[in-house]
Every structure is written in structure tokens, then in C-alpha cells.
């Protein structure tokens, strides 16, 4: 989906059209959910961007705080207009699918209808990248954007992308770039050209074997209709690093309420509940605890979590506090977001 936080927020409020919306928190640490294409032609505003940045770099936009509700039903419309015209979808997040065309005589015509249904139904834009597997599919859905359909061959990515930098694919975070870099690997050419060997030596053989792939383009990932939810958390960045144990106490009971309000929302229970700390300093610490009866009942999630808070007696400062279950039932429902979607839905108790 094009801007799709941003194009939703248009659809609703239609006097806004034509000017720059940008989507984020209010709080010294909030950050750009999405911004709509004028914000980032006039001023470079990007999701991830400290809101604070983009405020000083386009003061006169219009700046919305994020409804996630409103964008989860906005989601749901778009996807069940993809299920009614595809046998296999992929749902990957609130605003990303993948569509199996396989078999289908004309992709391009089928996927420039359904682009019209979600624009005439939804009031909604997308871009469409049609390829041979899903890494390809997703950068072509980059070049078509907005509002295109772009076909990508892999001969033609092999050809077209060797200059670019392997933080072009999806997954190759700017750690492992920087990482490359040190190598003496600074473009894709170069990332094929070295022995996988060496970048498993690096990286490890999983990673080493993944990255040598990827800078090929390869990619034989297969669509999964439904995804299995290894996890559910919420989680929250606070606006000032708290020392305050009070604090902390009640932040994080009242994530343990939320989560289990989600859970019960959707009928999952799990065995293992665990904490995620943030200190002032980046360092992130995890501590988990298996109890031994299913549960998504706050009264036995947020006593383990807050034990396990205390055990760990944060030595710093915090800058992020979450809590997660795990280990759930296989009878369970799973959920009816993918974990990408989880992630962003945390967005909504963030400062």
C-alpha cells in the first residue's frame, strides 16, 4: 500500500489532500509511522524518522497522531479484496501482501484490476511488483511506487543493481552493512564476487550462506497462506529514561493488562512469560519464566513479569519496557495479524 497510514488518515479527512501529512506520536522520542508523498518530496520525511526531526525540517505539515484501529479496518477491507480475487495470499503486515500468480494467463491485467477494485472499494492506493520469487516481487513493489505496477526480472536485477548497495535487499540492516563495508564490500557486484566461505566465516554459516543468496537474488521462500504466532508482546518507550521502581511497576502491569486484553481478544494462552528492558545506554536484556498452565490472565502475567523485573534490577536508567507470552497452545487460535503487524500495533503504546 502506498503511504497507507497517511492514505488512510486522507480518506478520512478529504480536506487534507494535496498537503504534507505526517503520521506520528506526540513525545520527544516518537517517531514518523508514515508520511504522504508531498511531506517527502518537500522536506525528505521518511518512516522511522524522530518526529522531532521531521517537525523541524517541515513545521507547517499537518502532523497526526496514529489510530491504529481505524488502520487495522482499513487493512481488513484491502485484504479481503485480495482473498476474493486469489486462491493463495500472504498477508506480511497491515499494508503488505503477497499474491500467488502462478498459472494465471495474464498477471499484469490481474493484478491492475485488483488495484483497481482496492483504489474504487477502499479509496486506496498501492504498488504492485510482479517477479519470479518473493525478494524480487518486493523490491519491484518499491520501483512502481506510487501508485504503479513494475514487472522485474532476476537477469534484469542482477544487471540493474550491481552498483547499489547490499543494504538495498530486505533484511540487510544498516549493522550489517556497515559490517560489509569493513570487508571491502560495498556493492552487490562486489557481495557476489566474494567467497561464500569468507562471509560465512563473518556471519556464520546460516547468515554467510543468506547474504550470497540474497545478493543473487535468490530467494525460494514459499507463500504461507497462514502464519503460526510464535509470540504476542506490548511494549512501551517512555519519554524520559524512569529509575522510579513505582514507575516501572505500574507501566509495566499495565502492558501485562493490555497484552492479556489482546490475548483473551483472540482466544491464545501461553506458557512462557518474559520481559524486554531498554536501558539508557541501548542495551537490551530479555528474562523469561515458563509457568506450567496456559494463561492469558493479567493476575498471573504481571506478578512473573514484575518478579522478573525486579530480579533483573535494571542497574541503569530505562528507555523501553515490554512484556511478552510465548509457548502457545497449538490448539490456539493463531493470530489475525502476522508478527510485522504485531510490531506496529506495539507503536500504539509507545510515547
Keep these: 500500500m502506498d503511504a497507507f497510514y497517511a492514505s488512510v488518515e486522507l480518506r478520512r479527512r478529504p480536506e487534507l489532500r494535496g498537503k504534507p501529512v505526517v503520521v506520528c506520536g506526540s513525545g520527544p522520542r516518537a517517531v514518523v509511522t508514515t508520511a504522504s508523498y508531498e511531506a517527502r518530496k518537500l522536506a525528505g520525511i521518511h518512516s522511522a524518522m524522530p518526529a522531532a526531526v521531521a517537525r523541524r525540517r517541515l513545521p507547517d505539515a499537518v502532523y497526526l497522531q496514529p489510530d491504529f484501529t481505524v488502520y487495522r479496518d482499513a487493512s481488513r477491507e484491502v485484504m479481503a479484496i485480495l482473498h476474493r480475487n486469489a486462491e493463495t495470499v500472504e498477508v506480511v503486515g497491515l499494508d503488505e501482501a503477497y499474491v500467488d500468480l502462478t498459472g494465471l494467463f495474464s498477471p499484469k491485467a490481474t493484478m491492475r484490476r485488483i488495484a483497481a477494485e482496492i483504489r474504487e472499494e477502499a479509496g ?82 546460516r547468515t554467510g550462506r543468506w547474504l550470497h543468496a540474497r545478493s543473487r537474488f535468490e530467494d525460494d521462500t514459499p507463500l504461507t497462506v497462514v502464519r503460526e504466532a510464535k509470540s504476542q508482546s506490548a511494549e512501551t518507550t517512555f519519554d524520559v529514561d524512569v529509575s522510579d521502581s513505582a514507575q516501572l511497576t505500574a507501566s509495566l502491569t499495565s502492558l501485562a493488562e493490555e497484552l492479556c486484553r489482546r490475548l483473551r481478544s483472540r482466544q491464545m494462552e501461553g506458557r512462557t512469560i518474559g520481559i524486554k528492558v531498554r536501558l539508557d545506554d541501548w542495551t537490551n536484556v530479555t528474562r523469561s519464566q515458563t509457568v506450567e498452565q496456559p494463561t492469558n490472565d493479567p493476575a498471573v502475567v504481571a506478578p512473573v513479569a514484575l518478579d522478573l523485573l525486579r530480579a533483573y534490577s535494571p542497574p541503569r536508567p530505562v528507555r523501553l519496557l515490554g512484556v511478552r507470552v510465548a509457548g502457545f497452545d497449538r490448539g490456539a487460535e493463531t493470530a489475525d495479524e502476522p508478527e510485522e503487524a504485531q510490531d506496529q500495533l506495539q507503536l500504539t503504546l509507545s510515547g
Design 124 to 205: 486506496l492506493g498501492c504498488s504492485v511488483g510482479i517477479s519470479e520469487n518473493r525478494l524480487l516481487a518486493k523490491i519491484a513493489s518499491e520501483l512502481g511506487k506510487p501508485g504503479r505496477l513494475a514487472v522485474l526480472s532476476r537477469s534484469d536485477a542482477l544487471e540493474r543493481f550491481a552498483g547499489d548497495s547490499p543494504g538495498l535487499i530486505p533484511g540487510i540492516g544498516p549493522k550489517t552493512v556497515i559490517k560489509l563495508q569493513r570487508m571491502g564490500i560495498r556493492t552487490l557486484a562486489a557481495l557476489r564476487a566474494r567467497d561464500p566461505a569468507a562471509l560465512e566465516r563473518a556471519f556464520g554459516p
